[in-house]
């Protein structure tokens, strides 16, 4: 078995996370590189009604001023929320050796890790994950041969429920930059047949010596638009950029009941031509409670090509960035974590 084999699968035991004290193997230098504030004033971060009738205006300046805003009203039952919460723990409640039964066999593989990028970070992180490529079914057979149907079925109407909410919202992403009914059918929003859905459930246990660990490193999310859901833990820290109120500094987003936290990624910010910016965030762990978290991502389908689109060039500048699929960019990921679209970057000089 290879370093990184072994690595992948002992990362993600439970039993890696009883320690002493914290080994040199899991402990980041640099998590204070910037100031941590809360999310008031200036940088409270926007929460969205879906039903409110300026809806479009608040989606295009969220997405151009921070990249990442929260929604209410979203349509999705509380219910269903509760069941998948419910279904999460499950999960991460099982013994290690019946996780490993479904663990990844490749790191971009559905089941049982970390995240896709986990073997190429220097140190390890303080998580395990469940990722669904299309169905759960195989691998909720193994991990509950007498009882599966329960997580499939939560699984499934989250799943198409997500579907609906994301191809709302992304389609009045689009519309806030005045982008075209006609113009929208024209990028890979108009036939959803052409967008790939990923969702990866989370688990980031407490650790008392929390300011030495992290869940995720500081990255922006590849894909095109990443919806998250947790249980009603704190942990999720976005990088906002130096502006007029302060340096760079990580904030703090809220727990706010009932919502969803939005983050744009790269490809959305390739297809904007730079208009909508893509969000840096990192998961940080608490000293006392057990954060959950479910992550969908949408993004295109491997062979679709995304480029600015043309209405967004400004002709005196033209595109800021080259035509790139969503594998090109995972490969330049894997090789440079957290800066993978400089790679793409069209020099103006």
């Not at 990442?68 to 929320?81: C, Q, R, T």
């Not at 390890?124 to 079914?137: A, G, N």
């Amino acid at each position: 078995m290879s370093l990184h084999e072994t690595r992948k699968i002992k990362l993600h035991q439970p039993e890696n996370f009883q320690f002493d004290s914290i080994p040199d193997s899991h402990a980041w230098d640099n998590l204070h590189d910037h100031p941590t504030v809360e999310p008031v004033g200036p940088d409270t971060i926007p929460v969205i009604d879906l039903s409110d009738p300026k809806l479009i205006e608040k989606i295009g300046k969220a997405c151009e001023g921070w990249g990442v805003f929260l929604i209410s009203n979203h349509g999705i039952e509380l219910k269903l929320l509760n069941q998948l919460c419910s279904q999460m723990h499950r999960l991460f409640a099982l013994p290690a050796d019946v996780k490993l039964k479904v663990a990844k066999a490749d790191s971009f593989d559905g089941g049982y890790g970390g995240d896709p990028f986990s073997r190429f970070l220097p140190k390890y992180t303080w998580s395990e994950s469940f990722t669904v490529l299309d169905s759960p079914l195989e691998h909720a057979k193994k991990l509950w041969p007498n009882d599966f149907s329960s997580f499939c079925d939560v699984m499934e109407e989250y799943k198409t429920a997500m579907n609906r909410l994301g191809r709302r919202l992304m389609h009045a992403m689009l519309l806030s930059l005045g982008v075209s009914e006609e113009e929208i059918n024209d990028t890979p929003f108009g036939d959803f047949s052409k967008i790939k859905t990923v969702y990866s459930l989370n688990s980031y246990p407490p650790c008392p010596e929390a300011d030495r660990v992290l869940g995720l490193p500081p990255h922006s999310d590849t894909g095109f638009v990443t919806f998250v859901y947790d249980n009603g833990v704190s942990g999720l820290q976005i990088l906002r950029r130096e502006d007029d109120n302060g340096p760079k500094r990580w904030v703090t987003v809220p727990v706010v009941p009932n919502t969803f936290v939005v983050n744009v990624g790269d490809l959305m910010h390739v297809l904007t031509n730079g208009r909508f910016h893509n969000m840096v965030h990192r998961a940080i762990i608490g000293k006392t409670y057990h954060r959950m978290s479910a992550a969908y991502f949408f993004s295109p389908e491997l062979d679709v090509k995304v480029s600015p689109l043309s209405k967004l060039i400004d002709p005196g500048v033209g595109p800021l960035y080259k035509t790139v699929t969503w594998p090109e960019l995972q490969t330049k990921r894997s090789l440079s974590y957290g800066h993978a679209l400089d790679a793409f970057k069209i020099d103006s000089n």
